[in-house]
């Protein structure tokens, strides 16, 4: 069974995350059925992607399938993790990717969402980014990626409390760009699509790249970049980031001790 449903809509690429038994957990086989969507759309003249849920799901996407994550002793978000991969290839996607959010958004998820060029969601989605929930070492560019999108204080708040925040605050926020309702969602979607299939695809093109190369530009010290993986290692070596995935995994809650 696919996990991701495309289509082609004039020159708007749709694609459906569609295992909703495990509501949308971003495995290595979900995503790599979305990398190889969005490369089919590259060899098309697809001028702008649409990127979804089955209408009036309950979960966007629950992120990062926590089954895949690494026990203690290895870094679970490494430069090749299939999550790492998946954001990268939106943002290399030479055309606009919209996220069109129903339902609710973590961890993983969220990243992926605002890895998107902009996101329109409907009023009951909310957004959680939840590393602290499991005890995970987010990675430097997924903190970038948040960062790039999130007010700090707001940022630090999702990270540190792994609460959901609703549809209208990421709005305020400039998080999201349209709050519409679900009846309408998709047709809002799809005339901003149409809009921008009608302006100049090179154009759009180069200006999403300078947009991602400026975004990620940071000069960080080959000791900054060190001291930050070491930190990272600690975490991910301790007690409480296995006590994250064993609690996860026995349907309970953590309790983390802080070793
Ligand atoms: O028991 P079965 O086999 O039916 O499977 C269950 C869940 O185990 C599975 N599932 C997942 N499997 C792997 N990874 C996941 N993230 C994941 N989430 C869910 O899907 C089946 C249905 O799950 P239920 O919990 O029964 O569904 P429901 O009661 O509707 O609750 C939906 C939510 C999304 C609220 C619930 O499943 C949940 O809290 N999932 C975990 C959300 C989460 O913490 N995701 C963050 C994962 N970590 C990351 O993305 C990053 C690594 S980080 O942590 O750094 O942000």
New binding site residues.
Partial sequence: MSLVLTEKRDTTGIITLNNI???N???EALISEITAALNGFRALNIRAVVLRAPPGV??W?????????PDRGRD??GFNDP?RILIRAIQEFPAPVIALIEG?V??????VAMACDMLVATPEATF???????G????LG?VLTLLNMIPLPVAKEMLFT?QPIPAEQALNLGIINYIQPAAQIEAFVLAMTARISANSPLSIAVMKEELRLLSSAHAISPELFERMQGARRIVYDSDDYQE?LDA??A?RQPQFSGK
């Fill in positions: 038994a495990k509501r957990a971003l495995s309950k979960v996407s629950a992120g990062h399938d926590i089954s895949e994550l679970p978000l999550l609710g973590w961890g993983g998820g969220c990243e959680a980014i939840t590393p602290a929930k499991l995970i070492p987010y990675n997924g792994a994250g996860f995994r349907k």
